[in-house]
């Protein structure tokens, strides 16, 4: 048990920025520390990586005493071929928030604006108020189709951010509407692609086509490398450039190198693993509705699940007294709903089960 006095709050208040203490911390999904829990709360993939990745792992221990690669030379290589693009056109990070964080630090000053479809990712906001910077949340137009306000002329815009798909509704918008929106923009677009090896297309592609343009991934989700942490970011040879001067020097350590490159380099069980949760996300998606959910063709790996009376809150913890953890979101002037990762079919299966008793 402690015995440290506590520390007076006024000097707690001289000692920390002023948009340290006014911000909300991100809550990332829970973690829970009991044993046998069917957990759907935060878009984790339901199977465990290639074996391959273990044994480049143990191998990467013999070589701890060394620094990493700064700049991750093995995985860049070795994606600029699955991607079509340059080495040079890729930066790694330790998971796809550490690019968040570095494109947004790299961007952003005080008092700019950030600009970001809503309801979306709440991290694009803590980031941005860790800069001093402004955001602007535009709701999504009906159909979670891109507002028209992305595009609005503001001085200070420095940067939109869409992500597709998007959480939590899982929709995908068409890589020809977001070259658009870039081709409008004054600033940076960032498409944050986390969830894209589950949908029908990427953006890639459009890089080439627009300056501006940059993509973000991770191999947390499709990979099933969640709790190893890398994420990559895709953008113009000048623009990678200019990140490198924002990232920690040694961002990524070399466990998470090595994994990662050998990862890449198993796209059979990539798109193996892709098939199995498409499946079971349309298993999912059918058998919700069937429920009487209101639920959006899903892109990603789980399915948001909405309705305009029942008390989705005490759904949640219906399923949480059960060991089945979901994720509850309520986003203000929009609406609350479920979103449920997919799992294995048995452990989608069992939450639908009990939701279904539940109306």
């Known amino acids: 048990m402690s015995n440290l006095e506590p520390i007076d709050p006024g000097q707690l208040q001289r000692w920390f920025r002023t948009d340290v203490q006014s911000m909300t911390a991100y809550q990332p999904g829970e973690q829970p520390p009991w044993g046998k829990t069917i957990k759907l709360n935060t878009n984790e993939n339901p199977y465990p990586p290639t074996t391959k990745i273990r044994e480049a792992i143990v191998e990467a221990t013999g070589r701890l005493e060394r620094y990493p690669d700064p700049l991750g030379t093995p995985f860049r290589m070795q994606a600029s071929q699955l991607l079509g693009v340059e080495p040079d056109q890729i930066l790694c990070g330790n998971g796809s928030d550490d690019i ?3 494109v947004t630090r790299s961007l952003l000053d005080r008092g700019q604006l950030l600009r970001f479809p809503y309801p979306s990712y709440i991290l694009y906001r803590t980031l941005a108020q860790l800069q001093g910077a402004v955001t602007e949340e535009v709701p999504f137009a009906d159909g979670f189709r891109l507002p028209e306000g992305l595009c609005a002329p503001h001085p200070q815009l420095r940067l939109v951010v869409i992500p597709n798909p998007n959480s939590p509704s899982g929709t995908w918008i068409e890589p020809e509407a977001l070259l658009d929106l870039a081709r409008r923009l004054p600033c940076p677009l960032l498409i944050d692609e986390a969830y894209v090896d589950f949908a029908p297309g990427h953006c890639i592609d459009l890089i080439a086509q627009q300056p501006n343009i940059m993509v973000s991934r991770t191999l947390s989700k499709s990979y099933g490398l969640a709790g190893l942490r890398f994420g990559y970011l895709v953008a113009r040879p000048e623009v990678i450039q200019m990140m490198r001067k924002v990232k920690d020097s040694y961002n990524c350590d070399a466990l998470s ?26 298993r999912m998606l059918e058998r919700a509705r069937a429920i009487g959910f209101i639920v959006p063709d899903s892109h990603a790996n789980f399915i948001w699940c ?23 979101m309520d986003y203000p002037e929009w609406g609350a709903g479920l979103r449920i ?3 294995t079919d048995a452990q989608s299966d069992a939450c639908m089960d009990l939701l279904e008793s539940m109306r």
């Open 306 to 328: 909405t309705h305009p009376t029942w008390n989705l809150k005490e759904m949640y913890q219906k399923l949480k007294d059960q060991r089945v953890l979901v994720r509850y």
């Open 257 to 282: 190198l090595a994994a990662a490159t050998t990862a890449i380099s198993d796209q059979g069980w990539v798109e193996e693993n892709r098939r199995k949760i498409v499946a079971t996300r349309q």
């Open 341 to 343: 990762s997919v799992g």
């Open 100 to 102: 968040l964080t570095i």
